[in-house]
């Protein structure tokens, strides 16, 4: 088996809501909630934060959990899990954003899956079925579009797919998790930023605009990313 690393970039400035990484939920800091559920993944031989700030290092640090200090001028999560993975070494990088606390092992067990049993893709992430018309026009929860064969076509905070004539008929909204091969996680960060990443900023359409291809796994669970401070009391009354 592959040896899969599983890296969370985390830093302290998110723009909408700075410091929601270190925020308080359940007695511990957000970034632990998300380090012990990946670290009980199976397919993972080893769980790091890549970060650029100290406050997050230490209280990462606090925890007993692994961190890496990164460079503050990456231009998304996954260049700075790209300069970490330099570091941990590792056939398989999985990328599983710093502000999912809700996490399911198991889905991050089946992106990896995912990312072995499909060699025409380079990158294998997840998504879940939405009913929620609000959830649906909301630009914090990225939409992604698949073709036949669970492959990305792609990902937007507009409300994708346009229903012309009928009644919203949901939607598939992206989990913050990514699996990458080596090779190409090292190739990603030197590929230049594109125009459609810039305007939506999502950094997984860079891969789209240079042609590779994304594979997307639906698992039966839905995990909430933290965005805002309403996301931060929704997780904390459901960790009740």
Do not use: W
């Amino acid at each position: 088996m592959s040896d899969v690393v599983a890296i969370i970039p985390a830093r302290f400035g998110s723009t909408r809501f700075p410091g929601k990484v270190i925020a308080d939920i359940d007695g511990k800091p957000l970034i632990r909630h998300v380090y012990e559920r990946t670290s009980r993944a199976a397919s993972v031989s080893r769980v790091v934060v890549a970060t650029d700030d100290k406050r997050v290092a230490d209280a990462v640090k606090g925890f007993g959990g692994e961190v890496i200090m990164t460079s503050p001028h990456h231009k998304s999560g996954t260049d700075r899990v790209a300069e970490a993975a330099k570091i941990t070494g590792g056939d398989i990088i999985v990328n599983v954003q710093g502000d999912e606390p809700l996490i399911e092992p198991d889905v991050i067990d089946a992106v990896c899956t995912k990312l072995r049993d499909d060699e025409e893709i380079v990158c294998s992430t997840a998504a879940s079925p939405v009913a929620e018309k609000a959830v649906y026009e909301d630009p914090n929860a990225v939409k992604v579009v698949l073709d036949r064969h669970g492959r990305a076509l792609y990902f937007t905070r507009s409300p994708v797919p346009f229903y012309r004539d009928d009644e919203f008929g949901g939607a598939y909204i992206h989990a913050g998790i990514y699996c990458f091969r080596r090779t190409f996680l090292e190739r990603y960060a030197s590929l230049e930023q594109t125009h459609l990443e810039k305007a939506e900023k999502l950094e997984q359409l860079r891969i789209l605009e240079h042609g590779y291809r994304i594979g997307v796994v639906l698992p039966d669970s839905r995990s909430i990313g933290v965005d805002t401070k309403e996301d931060l009391e929704t997780v904390r009354q459901l960790m009740k």
